[in-house]
């Protein structure tokens, strides 16, 4: 007669090898194995390149932004879309009327146009100029008197087509203690000129001291010392 101890070891030696208890692992040890499988190049074969997760990255961003933005503005994205082109044609009128920025493409043009005139023509025209409040067209004038007076005085060769650079340069040769300050006339030339700003009475009054300073001052003809 089998024991009852007998039986269930008997019972458990037949049981099917499915119904046995699992083998389990610890929760750290199993993640990092999973880490380690998945981290195979076989599984990233079709991951996307660096550039394409920036791309998407960029994207979304811009899509959040547009979504807070449209969520924010008066009237949804209907009236994001109207801001845009509201801000697009002020932007536009602004351009024609200011016009695109042109010092870096005309900065190297000559002091002087095709008119030929005197040091004291150019002096006139800038003090009428001055008086209608014309300041822009004032410094214009004045520095051209600078220079065409310096031309008059042999201190510089007649040169069609010489920047306001390049006369400052030239005359400061010759005119050593003022060099500075006929750098400075060059660059208020130019920008009233080619950079879009206006000229104001403070410009004409440094080119109008500058230019009656020079034709009293006695050039230095031997040059800079070596």
């Known amino acids: 007669m089998m024991s009852t101890g007998g039986l269930i070891t008997r019972s458990a030696a037949l049981l099917p090898a499915a119904e046995k208890p699992p083998v389990t692992t610890p929760r750290d040890p199993a993640r990092e194995a999973a880490e380690r499988e998945l981290s195979k190049p076989l599984y990233h074969q079709d991951d996307p390149g660096l550039l394409q997760?920036?791309?998407?990255?960029?994207?979304?961003?811009?899509?959040?932004?547009?979504?807070?933005?449209?969520?924010?503005?008066?009237?949804?994205?209907?009236?994001?879309?109207?801001?845009?082109?509201?801000?697009?044609?002020?932007?536009?009128?602004?351009?024609?009327?200011?016009?695109s920025p042109r010092?870096?493409?005309?900065?190297?043009?000559?002091?002087?146009?095709?008119t030929l005139r005197s040091a004291a023509d150019h002096r006139t025209a800038a003090a009428a100029h001055a008086t209608a409040g014309r300041w822009t067209e004032a410094v214009q004038e004045r520095m051209r008197a600078v220079v065409r007076s310096l031309e008059e005085r042999t201190l510089l060769d007649p040169r069609p087509g010489r920047t306001a650079d390049e006369a400052a340069a030239e005359a400061a040769l010759s005119l050593p203690d003022h060099a500075e300050a006929l750098r400075a006339?060059?660059?208020?030339?130019?920008?009233?000129?080619?950079?879009?700003?206006?000229?104001?009475?403070?410009?004409?009054?440094?080119?109008?001291?500058?230019?009656?300073?020079?034709?009293r001052t006695k050039p230095l003809l031997t040059g800079p010392p070596a």
């Open 185 to 215: 006339a060059a660059r208020t030339f130019d920008d009233v000129t080619y950079g879009g700003r206006p000229g104001d009475e403070a410009m004409y009054t440094r080119l109008h001291t500058l230019d009656t300073t020079l034709a």
């Open 53 to 99: 997760r920036a791309l998407d990255r960029l994207w979304e961003w811009v899509g959040n932004l547009f979504d807070h933005a449209s969520g924010a503005a008066p009237g949804g994205t209907l009236g994001l879309v109207a801001i845009a082109v509201l801000a697009a044609l002020a932007l536009a009128a602004l351009w024609w009327r200011l016009g």
């Open 103 to 114: 010092r870096t493409a005309t900065a190297t043009a000559g002091v002087f146009d095709d």
